[in-house]
């Protein structure tokens, strides 16, 4: 597939070096030399140093013949632009970060489609409504819904006091009402089979429904855990405008931001409800004039992945449940989840997970990448004579890797398992390790 991406900045060159690991034919195109200096010679891309608002920059990245042009720039009106170029000359599919939430309201799809814009990203908005799904559940670390919620994923950190450790998960029950479909234990990506057992430590994603949340709560040794009331937010940036739109009513928020002219400016784009206080967030002496030992949330989104990380960690010593950092720096994830910080939220990854969608063949509705683990999710629309239709899912082999977590047939969700039979129409939701989805979507079409 030749994908074009305008933009070297960390969503850009993030995107670039992920798809490049899958043999794509991936150019990168950026005025700046030093953006593109950034980049490892060892990824198999080509770069261009032209502008993507130019026919002749654009031509000579191939956007005429591209499969998938895709503008991350800093600058929403120059994505948009670029993406209405590279339509003009030829490309198949186009994708624009944005940074305005009216452009995602669906009165103004076709307007953006006529003009030669496919699909808008906004990854504060989806970073956004992540932060406030985990807190809905202050004990899980992610949480995502699939097919409008029918099925549910949770992201669950198991301690000493969970059900289910230490017992082969055939010996769990065939009757248990939800299916485990990762474990990351010390940085390694588990797709579990029966043999596997799980260990106090380890971060397992469990598929169910709604109807069975306080039963995995149970079993998961949660029930102690308070639930989310009282939120401090650090940091001022888009994503907490956002967060704080999308808070429900009965959340309690203050946004601690140092910088004045931000704290001014978040009073008009935040609710009364909200309390924007002026001072540094990393401060103990202000964090515990503000109540932080009765706040049960914490959530750092400065533009400092290394401070959002310590602060998150300070909140944990005055006994907060729930902490989120936002971390940018993908070399840093793996450290957070070792430090146990609680739940990370990284744009790129974000972005990743919506390009993903836009690269696919089959008819995929959602695309996740999963923060912590080197694993993807993604829910398959089954069309009609495919191959997974073919056989009971334990006869299909399906590749290492690879595990079906649920499916919606009729609007009912099932837990599947190796007897299951799925269906043309069926809604499927896979799992695997990372770079797999390309190689499974076979399987749907």
């Keep these: ?15 670039a070096k992920l798809l490049a690991g899958e043999n794509q034919d991936i150019t990168l195109i950026d005025e700046s030399e030093h953006k593109l200096s950034r980049l490892d010679s060892s990824f198999d891309l080509l770069t261009i140093q032209e502008s993507p608002l130019s026919f002749h920059g654009l031509k000579e990245a191939g956007a005429d013949s591209a499969d998938l042009f895709v503008a991350v720039t800093p600058d929403e009106s120059r994505n948009l632009m670029s993406c209405q170029l590279a339509h003009y000359l030829g490309a198949k599919k186009t994708v624009a970060r944005i940074d305005n939430y009216e452009y995602l309201q669906p009165k103004h799809k076709e307007f953006f489609t006529d003009m030669g814009v496919n699909s808008l990203i906004y990854p504060e908005m989806l970073a956004a409504k992540d932060i406030v ?6 004990w899980i670390r992610q949480w995502w819904e699939f097919a409008g919620g029918a099925l549910v994923m949770m992201g669950i950190k198991l301690r000493d006091n969970a059900q289910i450790l230490d017992k082969p998960l055939s010996q769990l029950g065939k009757e248990r ?3 485990i479909v990762a474990i990351l234990r010390e940085g390694e990506t588990i797709i579990p089979s029966g043999s596997d057992t799980i260990q106090a430590g380890d971060l397992v994603y469990f598929m169910t429904m709604k109807k069975h949340i306080p039963h995995i709560r149970k079993i998961a040794g949660k029930e102690e855990l308070p639930d989310v009331r009282d939120v401090i937010i650090m940091g001022g940036s888009r994503i907490a405008v956002r967060t704080a739109k999308l808070m429900p009513d009965y959340m309690n928020l203050k946004i601690i931001e140092s910088d004045l002219d931000k704290c001014n400016r978040l009073t008009e784009l935040c609710d009364d409800r909200v309390m924007i206080i002026n001072g540094d967030g990393r401060d103990p002496s202000l964090l515990m ?11 750092a989104l400065t533009d400092n992945s290394e401070t959002n990380i310590l602060a998150c960690l300070a909140a944990k010593r005055f006994g907060v449940t729930k902490t989120i950092a936002e971390v940018e720096n993908i070399d840093y994830i ?33 695309v996740k990448c999963l923060t912590f683990a080197n694993a993807d999710v993604a829910e398959f629309n089954v069309m009609p004579g495919a191959k997974i239709t073919r056989n009971l899912i334990k006869d299909i082999s399906l590749p290492r890797g690879v595990t079906i977590g649920g499916l919606i047939r009729d609007k009912e969700a099932i837990l599947v398992t190796g007897d299951t039979q799925i269906q043309e129409g069926d809604h499927v939701v896979v799992f695997c390790l990372e770079g797999m989805i390309k190689t499974i979507e076979k399987y749907f079409n």
């Design 1 to 15: 597939m030749k994908i074009v991406i305008a933009g070297a900045g960390n969503v850009g060159i993030h995107l």
């Design 133 to 138: 799904d985990g807190m809905k559940l202050s």
């Design 177 to 179: 009402p939800y299916h």
């Design 289 to 299: 004039s503000e109540g932080i030992q009765h706040t049960e949330a914490f959530v």
């Design 334 to 366: 793996n450290m957070a989840e070792k430090l146990d910080i609680g739940t990370v939220i990284n744009k790129k990854k974000i972005a990743a997970s919506h390009i993903y969608q836009m690269m696919l063949d089959a008819d995929v509705t959602n």
